[in-house]
């Protein structure tokens, strides 16, 4: 038993020892683990993806609701401070949670990454380290331990050295270069196509360029300003539905159905261009105006990815038919024509929404190449047919039946004449400067304001062609210009303003308006003098020596003023001498009243040329200052308005594109604050309205029935003609009509001769008074209710008697009138004086001669 023991006890231990399995799943091949860590990597990207585009999405809705580009559901919209208010307490509370989150995720990043590099230990994590010790310990030894794995396969003996084997960790290779492939990408697309990308909302605020129209006071286009761009805005309501369809059909047909770029179109456009000559494009209306508006016109993928991009956003942005409205009022139709309203104008002289089929189907074809569908280009046939080819697709989309298209086909076209369009050009040219001056040269060029004016057209032109036929009669006197002015004193409404005979007349400078010209008025200015003696307390029937008198100035020649006939006429009263235009009486009373006096009775009364008072004398009185024609019509309303001067005012309303009121004449609208002070007395304002009516007063000089007297109607008016024959003026009005007439030469060459109130400046304001008076209702002054009008000897300034040679009628301030008649027997006594002084005249010249 004991031997038996024995024998098992070494038979069990020479037994050999049977190897133990291990635990646990199989070790999978490598590129089992490859591709499971790549899904993996790939299905947390797409994660992360997803991720942000929601959060953009968010953003961007939030920030779209916020603009007011796409409106929420519920609750009314927040005034604009409260959704501001909110909007940045919501921003600041995001940008807290992100800073926290932020911090938190670079602690956790920079754990991670030092775990994954083998610079930190698995375990309880240290404190962290500043984020730019990061990189500090990577060397090229570490680098290595990156990429490589050292792994222990076996050990078969114990003296044997431990064999290593390296292998590369393909799954972070591969991941590193697809994240790095990934960014290059990302920010190769961002340079492309979203790199300095314009706001879809520059649609709506960035101004475009706009035409200012200046009108009459009915409303007709005088003249349109614009630079490069003639455009005014016009609501799709106001665009005929023809103009729309055409539109459409000729340029998108599937407008109102795509989201802003139509992939079939493109396909279309690319296997044209392909396979014919002929370029065809494959741009919908949005596409067209994203590149006009936002975009350039170049040729690149860079251009039209933007495009698209663009399209897309403005889709979203807008209504159809707002992006349909301003592709209508942005697109070229030819020359400096843009948007449809201006091109119906340009080429039918008809607002947009008076257009019929035939005019829409040739506008609609035009935008696609204005230059050569043009009809004023040289192959007119072009045009009609691309109009042929609107009118084709109009059928076949089913706007139009096939007698319709046959029928537009066929019908003649009236285009409007292609002309220079501009009308009362010396008015324009003013009041583009007045414009100019107080809103500035930018927004008069591209504002596009509408500017109401308080000119009448018809009058104008009416005005103009008296004007012109006048002067072409005077061309044998050496006359070459001429200019008028016609306002209402009332208000100072500028109703004609011809600065000369012909604006398009450069060889005689034409273009130059005399009415804003400083030249020397002549006679014209004495009711001035006048109106300063009456108001130290002269009267009309004072008597005044008209004899030869000479004034020795120091420093200046002798000066002896003459009339204008060379004749002397003794004593007459102040109103002869004003009524006659006689210049000696005229300087006497200067003389008497002082040359200072009278530039300051001027300037107060509206003169503004009068600056420099050393340069004026006792000629000041016949005209031997400069004026303008617009100071004497200002100088002219105080008088017919009884001492209340207005200025002249060539505007009535000025709006902005928008229509918003930027200025309104409130006088000449609602008759309201035309009168601001009181500068000349009512009695010598009347007194002098007075006596440029009296036509009995100015017999003597202009005879009783020359062109300053018009029957039946009581006008006041004045000559003026210079010593120098340079200048020939008439200056008249009523109480609610003012004419300023002048001829001349705008080179200041002497006239051959001119008699005024017969030939030159008087016939036109005769002219046209008689289209502004009414022979039904009589004009006539209304005289102030402490004034009188008495008869008196115009000798003796008394009652008349029955030896009085003549009688006149005379104002006078009630209580100041005479009360006493003159004497036959003065007048007895004065015969019998002058007979002797002839007689004694009459011997002295016979004992001259002999």
């Known amino acids: 038993m004991a031997v038996k023991k024995n024998y098992q006890k070494s038979k069990k231990n020479h037994q050999p020892k049977q190897k133990k399995s291990k635990r646990g799943r199989p070790r999978l091949p490598f590129y089992v683990k490859w591709q499971r860590s790549l899904l993996v990597k790939i299905k947390k990207n797409k994660k992360k993806i997803k991720q942000k585009q929601k959060k953009i999405k968010n953003q961007f ?146 101004q475009q360029n706009l035409t200012t129209k200046i009108l009459d006071r009915n409303g007709q286009v005088l003249y349109r300003i614009y630079e490069d761009e003639n455009r005014t805005l016009v609501p799709l309501k106001s665009v005929s539905e023809d103009l729309i369809n055409a539109t459409i059909a000729i340029e998108d047909k599937s407008f109102y159905q795509h989201f802003g ?259 020397q008025p002549g006679s014209s200015i004495k009711p001035l003098t006048y109106s300063l003696a009456f108001e130290q307390g002269k009267k009309p029937n004072d008597l005044i020596e008209d004899t030869s008198v000479t004034y020795q100035i120091v420093g200046s020649r002798p000066y002896t003023p003459r009339n204008y006939d060379n004749r002397f006429r003794g004593k007459v009263t102040l109103r002869e001498a004003l009524a006659s235009s006689y210049n000696v009486p005229a300087v006497k009373l200067l003389a008497e009243l002082g040359v200072q006096n009278l530039i300051n009775q001027g300037q107060k009364l509206g003169i503004s040329t009068w600056n420099d008072p050393i340069r004026f004398g006792l000629s000041l009185t016949l005209g031997a200052g400069e004026v303008l024609m617009l100071d004497m019509a200002e100088l002219y309303s105080t008088f017919a308005n009884l001492g209340y001067p207005v ?59 020359s062109v300053l007297n018009i029957p039946k109607q009581e006008v006041a008016v004045k000559t003026g003609t210079t010593n120098s024959m340079k200048d020939n003026w008439t200056i008249g009005y009523t109480t609610d009509r003012l004419v300023a007439t002048w001829v001349g030469n705008n080179d200041n060459t002497p006239m051959s001769h001119v008699a005024s109130g017969i030939t030159g400046a008087s016939p036109i304001w005769n002219k046209i008074f008689l289209i502004l008076l009414d022979d039904f209702n009589p004009h006539r002054f209304a005289m102030p209710s402490n004034l009188l009008k008495i008869k008196i000897c115009a000798s003796t300034g008394t009652l008349p008697c029955s030896a009085c040679p003549k009688v006149v009628e005379e104002i006078f301030v009630a209580g100041t009138e005479p009360t006493r008649a003159c004497s036959d027997q003065y007048f007895t006594d004065l015969a019998k004086e002058q007979e002797l002084r002839a007689l004694e005249a009459a011997s002295h010249q016979s004992g001259q001669i002999f």
């Open 61 to 206: 809705l939030v920030l779209a609701k916020f603009l007011g580009i796409k409106k929420g559901r519920g609750r009314p919209k927040l005034s604009f401070s409260e959704r501001f208010k909110r909007f940045c307490q919501t921003q600041q509370e995001n940008f807290t949670r992100f800073k926290k989150r932020f911090r938190k995720n670079k602690k956790s990043f920079e754990h991670k990454i030092l775990k994954f590099l083998g610079l930190k230990k698995v375990g309880r994590p240290k404190k962290s380290k500043a984020f730019f010790s990061l990189f500090s310990p990577l060397k090229f030894s570490n680098l290595k331990k990156i990429l490589f794995q050292k792994k222990e396969i076996a050990y078969f003996q114990i003296k044997l050295k431990k064999i290593k084997r390296w292998r590369i960790n393909f799954s972070l290779f591969t991941s590193l270069i697809f994240s790095l492939l990934f960014l290059l990408l990302s920010y190769g697309i961002y340079d492309f196509v979203f790199k300095d990308l314009p706001s879809a909302n520059d649609l709506s605020t960035q």
């Open 647 to 705: 200025q002249t005012n060539a505007l009535l309303e000025v709006r902005d594109a928008q229509g918003e009121l930027l200025y309104s004449n409130n006088c000449a609208l609602n008759d309201t604050n035309c009168y601001t002070s009181l500068k000349l007395s009512p009695r010598v304002a009347y007194t002098i309205s007075d006596i440029l009516s009296d036509n009995q007063a100015r017999t003597n000089a202009f005879g009783s029935y």
């Open 261 to 519: 770029f139509s992939p079939l179109g493109i396909l279309r456009a690319l296997f044209a261009n392909a396979t014919s000559d002929k370029t065809q494009g494959g741009s919908t209306i949005t596409q067209q105006l994203v590149k006009k508006r936002l975009l350039s016109n170049e040729r690149t993928l860079q251009r039209k990815l933007r495009e698209i991009l663009l399209a897309l956003v403005v889709e979203g942005a807008y209504e159809k038919d707002e992006i349909l409205e301003m592709y209508l009022n942005t697109v070229p139709y030819g020359g400096s024509t843009y948007g449809i309203e201006e091109a119906a104008w340009r080429y039918f002289n008809k607002r947009a929404k008076d257009l019929n089929l035939a005019e829409s189907a040739l506008l609609a074809g035009l935008p696609q190449a204005p230059s050569l569908y043009s009809p004023f280009g040289p192959n007119p046939e072009v045009a009609q047919n691309r109009q042929a080819d609107v009118l084709r697709r109009m059928l076949e989309d089913g706007y139009i039946a096939q007698e319709q298209a046959d029928e537009a086909r066929m019908e003649k076209l009236q285009f409007r004449e292609d002309v220079i369009d501009i009308k009362a050009p010396h008015f324009v040219m003013y009041v583009k400067q007045l414009l100019a001056d107080i809103y500035g040269e930018n927004l008069v060029a591209k504002g596009g304001l509408e500017v109401r004016t308080t000119l009448d057209l018809n009058l104008q032109e009416e005005v103009q062609k008296i004007v012109s036929d006048e002067i072409n009669r005077l061309k044998n006197l050496q006359i070459t210009n001429g200019a008028a002015l016609v306002t209402n004193p009332k208000t100072g409404e500028i109703l004609a303003m011809v600065g000369g005979a012909n604006y398009f007349d450069f060889a005689h400078d034409g273009q130059v308006n005399v009415v804003l010209r400083p030249r």
